[in-house]
């Protein structure tokens, strides 16, 4: 089984890991820990092994997969992703039963199981996070390293640049080009 760490332990990589504990997420995995920059305790019964400069050495132990959990700031998660990319390391995709075939998926993506997909044709960038309620509809382009939050609305054809976050009951109308590093404030009403 290979071997898994989760970059950031915060709540969302805590839900992850009680996920996985009850046999319902990253079951091909055996999770060996956390990375984490500022917390040093255990979690759930995992160890933090290091802060970011940690990577080299578990590369060098076999650890190949990571799952990139931090989402406080888009344009790092991003840039941090691509450093561990350039590096060797795996991510695997975290994704919802009912994403049409259809739809393009890069890698490192998490998409809620709550997220719902509607129509054909969207791209979900690398290393993107699609949180619980959004709604995307077909043929929208979501860039690589984008936020987008719980309950956010993407209309038919929208595009959201890269490294963009998309805050929480935002509605993102057909049509419309948002660019990169976009910072959509929450209950937003985005029209082209």
């Known amino acids: ?11 969302n990589a805590q839900k992850l890991t009680y996920e996985h504990k009850q046999g319902k997420r990253l079951n091909e995995f055996e999770l060996v820990g956390f990375v984490d920059d500022f917390k040093k305790e255990n979690i759930l019964g995992l160890p933090i092994l290091g802060d970011y400069q940690v990577f080299s050495e578990l590369k060098s132990k076999g650890i190949n997969n990571v799952l990139v959990s931090l989402l406080k700031n888009p344009r790092l998660r991003l840039k941090r992703c691509l450093e561990l ?3 060797g390391f795996n991510f695997p995709n975290l994704l919802n039963s009912n994403i049409s075939a259809l739809a393009k998926i890069g890698k490192g993506v998490y998409i809620d199981d709550t997220s719902v997909f509607m129509g054909i044709n969207q791209n979900i960038g690398n290393f993107s996070v699609i949180g619980p309620y959004t709604t995307i509809e077909g043929r929208t382009n979501i860039g690589n390293g984008c936020i987008i939050c719980p309950y956010v ?8 640049g890269e490294s963009s976050v998309i805050y929480p009951r935002s509605t993102i109308s057909p049509g ?3 660019k990169e590093n976009s910072i959509i404030k929450p209950h937003s009403l985005i029209k082209s």
Do not use: H, Q
């Open 1 to 11: 089984m290979e071997k898994l760490v989760i970059y950031g332990a915060g709540d």
């Open 85 to 87: 990319e350039s590096l």
């Open 153 to 160: 609305f993407l209309g038919y054809n929208s595009e959201i």
């Open 176 to 178: 419309v080009k948002l």
